[in-house]
C-alpha cells in the first residue's frame, strides 16, 4: 500500500518562506487527491487546501488564500505546500494526506505523511 | 464555516471498559463525518467515514453513528492502543472542519 513521506523539519525566521514536500512511496498519486493540514503545539487539525496532481487543480481555505500555494509533480507523485509571510503563529506539524475519495475539497482523509515541524522563530 | 464540537473534552476510562464520544456540528453535514485517532508524536489515523463505516483494517470495537448535526464514536473495549485523542471531521460544507479533540486517559 502507498504511504506518504514528508520533507525533514525545517527552522525559518518570520518573513520567510517555507516548501515541505509530500511524495507516495510504493506507488503513485495516479488520480489522487492530496490535501495540506496543520496542526499548532496543543491545537487540533486545520484544513489548509488540497490538489489533484495529474490534474492541476487547487482549492484553498479562505484562511490561507494569497499566503499558500499548493502544487504538485505527477511524473515524481510530488506535492509541495509553500507558506509565504511566515510569523511565530505558524509554527507547527504540517501534514499532507491522502483523500479516500478522490475529492481535492471535501473528503475523509485516508493515508496520512508522518509530518513536518515547521518551527517559525527569529 | 461549520463548527464542530466535541464532548467531553476529556475522558477517563478503565481499560476493557467502553469510552463513548460525542461531535455535534453547527449546521447540517450529512452523514459526511470522519473519525481519526491521534497517539502522541505521530499523525492521525482514519477510524470511521461515512459516520459508520469503518475504514481498512480498524478493529469492529470502533463504531460510529449519527446524522444531521449529532454523531457519537464508542469503543465498546478499550485497549492500550486506544488511549489518545479522537477528532472528528465534517466533509459535506466547504471548508472541512475539525473538531478540537477529545483525549481519552486511562481511569
Known amino acids: 500500500q502507498v504511504q506518504m513521506v514528508q520533507s525533514g523539519a525545517e527552522v525559518k525566521i518570520p518573513g520567510s518562506s517555507v516548501k515541505v514536500s509530500c511524495w507516495a512511496s510504493g506507488g503513485t498519486f495516479t488520480s489522487y487527491a492530496i490535501s495540506w493540514l496543520r496542526q499548532a503545539p496543543g491545537q487540533g487539525l486545520e484544513w489548509m487546501g488540497g490538489?489533484?496532481?495529474?490534474?492541476?487543480?487547487?482549492n484553498y481555505a479562505p484562511k490561507f488564500q494569497g499566503g499558500l500555494t499548493i502544487t504538485a509533480d505527477d511524473s515524481t507523485s510530488t506535492a509541495y505546500m509553500e507558506l509565504s509571510s511566515l510569523k511565530s503563529q505558524d509554527t507547527a506539524v504540517y501534514y499532507c494526506a491522502k483523500s479516500l475519495g478522490g475529492s481535492y475539497r471535501l473528503d475523509a482523509l485516508d493515508i496520512w505523511g508522518q509530518g513536518t515541524t515547521v518551527t517559525v522563530s527569529s | 464555516e461549520t463548527v464542530m464540537t466535541q464532548s467531553p473534552v476529556t475522558l477517563s476510562v478503565s481499560p476493557g471498559n467502553r469510552a463513548t464520544l460525542s461531535c455535534r456540528a453547527s449546521q447540517s453535514v450529512s452523514r459526511n463525518l470522519a473519525w481519526y485517532r491521534q497517539k502522541p508524536g505521530q499523525a492521525p489515523r482514519l477510524l470511521i467515514y461515512?459516520?459508520?463505516t469503518r475504514a481498512t483494517g480498524v478493529p469492529v470495537r470502533f463504531s460510529g453513528s449519527g446524522s444531521g448535526t449529532e454523531f457519537t464514536l464508542t469503543i465498546s473495549s478499550l485497549q492500550s492502543e486506544d488511549f489518545a485523542v479522537y477528532y472528528c471531521q465534517q466533509y459535506y460544507n466547504w471548508p472541512q472542519t475539525f473538531g478540537q479533540g477529545t483525549k481519552v486517559e486511562i481511569k
Open positions: 490538489i489533484i496532481p495529474v490534474a492541476g487543480t487547487v
Open positions: 461515512g459516520a459508520s
